[in-house]
DNA sequence: CGCTGTGAAGCGATTCACAGCC
DNA sequence: GGCTGTGAATCGCTTCACAGCG
């Protein structure tokens, strides 16, 4: 995940492994630029350095969309990217909408990889009626209060949200409600959907988070030391969540 | 996630595993929601429900950290918080640079969840030499000449690339080569980076891809068919990526 | 011979279910 | 009685190693 699991208990989707599903898109970025070389074929070795896997797990997850190489050749380019295109639904349409225009919103709305395959921003959406009217990237934002109308004149089913936390939940009720069935969710906040609807979750600090323990180990290993120990619950240290300055363990910065 | 995994081996780092320390900022953000209600203790199915998983998971999870539970009552809310933070690594500052000011770089710097716990950021970078000295968010963006000069005078051990997607592995590289053994990438780019360096991924196009994955999935079997079978290799459908107009096999749109 | 496709083994994570303690 | 902490069972994913095919 990034991230952020939320959805049906991992029943094999049409029979494809949840985590086969999140690398296909993967394996098409890297042979859509092996298209664009205009290579003709490419080994499970090579594409899979190229996708930065091991080759034994593409093969395996080839292996769930059908036999789609050549023995002793390997996959046909282009044959593999209309078929992994294919399998993901990219080969359609599909309007989203993008709800919070903040910095983020607009960064998501200026973001060419959104329309390149197959997303199109069907419409931008704030609750700030000074925005509404005015143009992100070409796309006009429109008020929140029009949210229903707009999911129901384009037919979306992919909302991204962008607003900060607290009107997370209130947006998602309404982009369910309205017909939406899968949520993209920047806010900081976990979101609760009925069944059938997926959420995937991207969250900035908590990825920073996991990197800050990874760091964190890497630093107290070089000391050859561990982290020390933690005091007895209820013991002292309470209300010690951050800005206690000199907690000192661990120089604040340890290059390696 | 989140998403892209990157790491050494799925060693366990000091006992704990990479899934439960993946789940820790989640629990850490409950808890300081509960904490600033002045809930003084919680239980493990509450705060689970809060954190959006179960409760037997969490509980297996706590335990990796020690006990800091009391049968029959639950987990002092001050108490975790604290005990994750430092487990996280949350104690110490950590200053970060962020490389590439676009839509996306600016997004960021303009995130408050990156100050509030324990995240700096020290510098924004950026090759655009009209943007040097300007400020973003109130932090002046420094030319990417000096990135080694500003990694070294700051001690910044995590990088944030939010750059085009060519620009990326020289990027990292350079950031690599100046001490940086974290970083997070936004670019859509797969990095290479020495051992002992850990890269986080966030894609935002692979998000939209498995959500369209899901979505074809439910419309498929809503309409109780199974998506049409692939023709042979090296049949017809040759370059047939995208821009393909009616490929029709499924309505673009079917909401629940 | 080379490279794909895949059964089988290995491994980590999740879930179950209950013993242990407050 | 209530809720934590945890062995044991289970599940899904990854990796291995090689059979099968071009």
Redesign the pocket.
């Known amino acids: 995940m990034a991230t952020g699991?939320n959805h049906r208990?991992?029943?094999?989707s049409r029979g494809i492994?949840?985590?086969?599903v999140a690398?296909l898109p993967l394996y098409l970025r890297a042979l859509t630029a092996l298209s664009e070389r205009s290579v003709p074929t490419?080994?499970?070795?090579?594409?899979a350095s190229a996708a930065g896997?091991?080759?034994?797990?593409l093969?395996?997850?080839?292996?769930y969309l059908?036999?789609?190489?050549?023995?002793?050749?390997?996959?046909d380019v282009e044959y593999l990217v209309y078929q992994i295109s294919r399998e993901l639904g990219l080969t359609q349409d599909w309007p989203v909408v993008i709800v919070g225009i903040g910095n983020l919103g607009a960064a998501l709305a200026n973001y060419g990889g959104f329309a390149s395959r197959g997303f199109r921003v069907a419409a931008l959406i704030d609750a700030d009626p000074a925005l509404a009217g005015r143009q992100v990237a070409g796309i006009p934002v429109r008020h929140v209060d029009d949210l229903e109308a707009i999911i129901d004149a384009n037919g979306v089913s992919i909302g991204v949200i962008t607003t900060p936390g607290g009107a997370a939940q209130q947006v998602c009720d309404r982009l369910v409600a309205a017909g939406v069935t899968s949520i993209l969710n920047f806010a900081p906040t976990v979101l609760t959907v009925p069944e059938g609807v997926d959420v995937r979750k991207v969250d900035l600090s908590i990825e920073l988070q996991i990197l800050a323990f990874h760091e964190q180990r890497k630093a107290a290993e070089a000391m050859g030391g561990e982290v020390p120990e933690a005091p007895a619950p209820g013991s002292a240290a309470r209300g010690a969540g951050r800005e206690q300055g000199p907690e000192g363990d661990i120089p604040a910065v340890m290059p390696a």
Do not use: C, I
């Open positions: 699991r208990p991992a029943t094999r492994p949840e985590a086969t690398r490419v080994s499970s070795e090579e594409l896997v091991n080759s034994a797990k093969r395996k997850d080839f292996s059908g036999s789609y190489g050549t023995r002793g050749v390997g996959y």
